[in-house]
């Protein structure tokens, strides 16, 4: 059941990337942070640039060949499916949102071909995922797998305990398996970036969205527990690996953070 009279994440998020499957409720919190701090338009669309290029490394270096993408979110201009199968083309992707705009919309866009699903399920119950019939029917979670948590677990609050969340599913992934993870943080420089930071929290968590939560570098890190980082770490999004010499930074690169990493 579509609720129009409460903003969704990913309805919210889709405003951010300047796409039309939103609402007026959802077009207002965007408003709300557009009119203040532009600049996260471009993180938002620095977000969907890391995506492609840690599921490029993933499929093609790491040679990781199934993908759990958790919150997918709505269809944007290259999805996870499509950079992993240009990369190999018998990549298998399974999409899970808990949106139903994300189910309806997103179902039809994403599930372009026999190798590519999209799941409803709940990503805060990792035992639920890994045995949820859907899943297991197309992903080999006894093999390794690349995790995405991309812009997820910021929509997570403290009380849903995201760190055990997060080490349920370090512990659940095979060996050999990869999470990459993007989130909000505080820069916590006493300046502009938290200063962005808290804006942002206030009207996203704090307001009718009810979620957005910027945390520290260190607890981000904490969720890679188990894991061993891949170069360069847990870093600015823009500096993971970037196609080229960046020309230009804004404020808004200082309020998220990405990384990958890989079970042993
Ligand atoms: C900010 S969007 C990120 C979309 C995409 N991963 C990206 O980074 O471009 C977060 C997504 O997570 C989904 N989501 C939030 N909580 C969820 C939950 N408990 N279970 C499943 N999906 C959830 C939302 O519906 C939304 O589509």
Redesign the pocket.
Known sequence: MIDTSKP???R??DCF?GGKDNYEVDRQVFLQVDAVAPQMKLL?RS??HW?VRITRFLAGTAGVDQFL??????P?AENTHEAAQRMNSDSRVVY????PV?AAHGRALLEENDRTHLVV????DPDEIFSHPEITRYLDVSRPIGI?????I???SDEEQPRKIMSRYVERMAPGSYLAL?HFTDPQDGGAGTELARFVEDIFANGPMG?GFFRTREQIQEYFTGLDMVEPGLVRLNDWWPDGPMLTTNLADEVSLGGVARKP
Do not use: E, F, M, P
């Open positions: 969704s994440v990913a919210v998020y990337l938002a977000c969907r995506l993408d958790l919150g997918a979110g709505l944007s899970v949102d808990n949106d994300v399920a709940d990503l805060t995405i948590h991309s812009n997820t910021h929509h997570v993007s979620s």
